[in-house]
């Protein structure tokens, strides 16, 4: 009898530990919460095929960041005016856009997304920016920072997206905004953003640019 009962209690023990390598993903996010997040995430567009708004990647300089959105604060400061902070629901009260962009990381991989949000330019603007403002630095919620040049996001119109793909922005993905820096590499694609700041240092070194990735950070394409 005892016997039985070991063998039996083995098997629990055996098959759960089966059970939990079966479940674990191989892009590593845990499978049941996510799949709740991404029902409604839409695979196509406009006859293109999208990307899933969470890919098997994160290169993330401190891990995914989970965001208290009843405490989160958007701050646009620094060479500006009128000193900005928004809440979520104000930020989700702008104008919105849709874009469909890739993003390119430069460890070779890329990601289709429809991206959904606000205009920069719009929202720089709010803040009424000094003329000797020439960079815009974002900073994030594990520390992370990169630069774009002012010009550059009017050029191209950037936005700061808050769905993907017409799901709200998974944690993966920077939720609550990721900056949709269309036709630069990843890095310059700053997730949980929290504060916008305009500076005059037009030579202004983010993280990855500080340690030798090139401040334009063009696609070659
Ligand atoms: N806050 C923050 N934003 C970030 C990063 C980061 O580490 N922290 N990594 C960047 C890089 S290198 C890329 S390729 C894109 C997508 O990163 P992922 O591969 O981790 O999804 O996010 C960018 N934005
Ligand atoms: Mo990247």
Sequence with gaps: MKKVLLVSLFLTVFLSFCSNIIDDNPDSHSSASLAQFRAGEIKE????LLSPAVGPRDNSIQGVQVIDINTYT????????????????????????KRLITLYCVEGWDATILWEGISLVELIERANPRSEAVTVIFHAADGYTTS???????EKQLILAYKANEIVLPPEMGYPLIVVAEDKLG???????????????????????????????????
């Design 45 to 48: 567009y406009q006859g293109k």
């Design 74 to 97: 958007l701050r646009v400061t620094g060479l500006v005016n009128n000193d900005l902070v928004l809440t979520y629901p104000q930020i989700l009260e702008l104008t919105t856009y």
């Design 148 to 154: 774009l040049p002012w010009s550059l996001i009017k």
């Design 187 to 221: 890095y310059k694609w700053a997730r949980w953003v929290t504060k916008i700041e305009l500076s005059d240092n037009k030579d202004y070194k983010g993280y990855w640019e500080s340690r030798g990735y090139t401040n334009e950070a063009d696609i070659n394409r």
